[in-house]
């Protein structure tokens, strides 16, 4: 069958638009309720939020839970709470979103990047080992597109060297590590809430730690007066009546949101499994194309981006090709869009104007300094997260536009 891009019949009759999320009756009486009562901002813990950080604390093994404004804001609070300072140097991921790292730039702490799996693509231990140094005070991880980062080795290294760790989980909701659910295995952990994530909330956030003074120094970065009263029982209780300076409360309707997609999340996580079980039994029946591994002892979770890897037969043809060719079939395909990080102008310009009056602590890298990284990311192309029955159809019709497309890769490297 020719394809669309040269003119035949594409394999979706419509252009597929991957639609995320989808809002429910409950989601819209939820807010409801809140505008009805007019409860639109809390300064204590309490209402929505207190019900969703007592979710979240149940599913992490009993941690300190803080909703927040964002998984930015979370990240920040976690760096800061503990001790990301000038002078200190943090080991992160570069294939991973921004966020995992750019708020270490407001503590002064250096991000020192580590290069990737090449199966799963999240940080390397081997990695992380090579860049520890006697500044060194912690590690940042992400559970890239769900998978679990390998926790048992980054726990070991940073015991060790009396590290930190702290996990990203803004990818992995739910996902478990030997039987432990993510963001309960490290220090303290960051969850994004932003609305492509399984749980959405809009905009918001959450943070987790298991130590009594790291949560008050978290609720101290980004709240003051009543909940810092009632949350700070030590020492630091004397600075409850100013806090540190930000002002990091979740929005009311946001942890409404939020609060009703984690009743749901688990019942997602199944149906966005059967979704993606399906698409990897298809699309691994297709010659060079890795569909996305899970080690064992590891479960995916909230599986936050489906990535294929494409091999050498398929990248004869240049990866923008294969886009529009599987676009013209009406598929919702692209690149991924986080490059590594070092390759971005904030690590590979000799100077950033982050401050006014000197240069922010930093490592400067170049292309080549993480080949595993840079060979993941592309090679890497993204499809859907499918996840409801009703996205069962579309699933067999993007197996078929690959089927389709790989046939027809010769007459896509003729057009070169
Ligand atoms: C891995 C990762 N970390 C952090 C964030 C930041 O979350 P937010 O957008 O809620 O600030 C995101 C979000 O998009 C993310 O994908």
């Given at each position: 069958m020719k394809l669309a891009l040269h003119g035949g019949s594409p394999t979706l009759p419509e252009t597929h638009e991957f639609v995320w999320p989808r809002l429910t009756a409950r989601h819209k009486d939820a807010v409801n309720a809140l505008l009805d009562r007019t409860?639109?901002?809390?300064?204590?813990?309490?209402g929505e939020s207190e019900v969703l950080e007592g979710m979240w604390s149940r599913r992490l093994d009993g941690r300190h839970t803080l909703a927040l404004t964002s998984g930015t804001a979370a990240l920040h609070s976690a760096f800061y709470a503990l001790g990301a300072e000038p002078g200190a140097e943090v080991i992160c991921p570069?294939?991973?979103?921004?966020a995992t790292l750019m708020p270490l730039v407001q503590t002064g702490a250096t991000p020192v990047l580590a290069d990737a799996e090449?199966?799963?693509?999240?940080?390397d231990p081997a990695s992380i080992r090579a860049a520890i140094t006697e500044r060194t005070v912690g590690i940042v991880v992400t559970h890239l597109w769900g998978h679990p980062c390998e926790m048992g080795e980054i726990m070991k290294i940073a015991e060790q060297h009396g590290l930190w760790v702290v996990e990203d989980c803004s990818h992995a909701h739910g996902a478990t590590y030997e039987g432990r659910e993510v963001?309960?295995?490290?220090d303290a952990a960051a969850i994004s809430f932003q609305?492509?994530?399984?749980?959405?909330?809009g905009q918001g956030g959450l943070f987790a730690t298991r130590d009594r003074e790291v949560f008050e120094r978290a609720v101290l970065l980004g709240h003051f007066r009543v909940r810092a009263q009632q949350d700070?029982?030590?020492?630091?209780?004397?600075y409850a009546s100013t806090g540190f300076g930000l002002n990091y409360r979740m929005h009311p309707l946001a942890a409404a949101i939020a609060r009703v997609s984690t009743e749901d999340m688990d019942e997602l996580i199944t149906q966005r499994h059967a979704r993606l079980s399906r698409l990897t039994e298809r699309l691994s029946a297709i010659p060079g194309l890795k569909t996305p591994v899970t080690r064992p002892g590891c479960h995916r979770g909230a599986y936050y981006g489906y990535k294929l890897r494409l091999s050498e037969e398929w990248l004869s043809v240049p990866m923008p090709q294969l886009v529009s060719a599987l676009q013209a079939e009406g598929l919702d395909v692209h690149k991924p869009?986080?490059?590594?990080?070092?390759?971005?102008a904030f690590f590979t310009?000799?100077?950033?104007?982050?401050?006014q009056s000197h240069e922010v602590p930093r490592r400067r890298y170049k292309q080549g300094d993480f080949p595993t990284a840079e060979r993941v990311w592309s090679q890497s192309l993204s499809l859907p997260t499918f996840t409801f029955p009703d996205e069962a159809p579309v699933v067999e019709a993007y197996a078929d536009a690959f089927e389709k497309v790989y046939t027809n890769l010769t007459s896509l490297k003729d057009d070169q």
């Open positions: 409860e639109l901002s809390y300064y204590g813990r309490e570069t294939n991973t979103f921004l090449e199966d799963t693509g999240n940080i963001g309960s295995i490290g609305s492509a994530k399984l749980v959405f909330a700070c029982t030590t020492d630091l209780s004397r869009g986080s490059a590594p990080l070092h390759t971005t310009d000799e100077t950033v104007p982050v401050f």
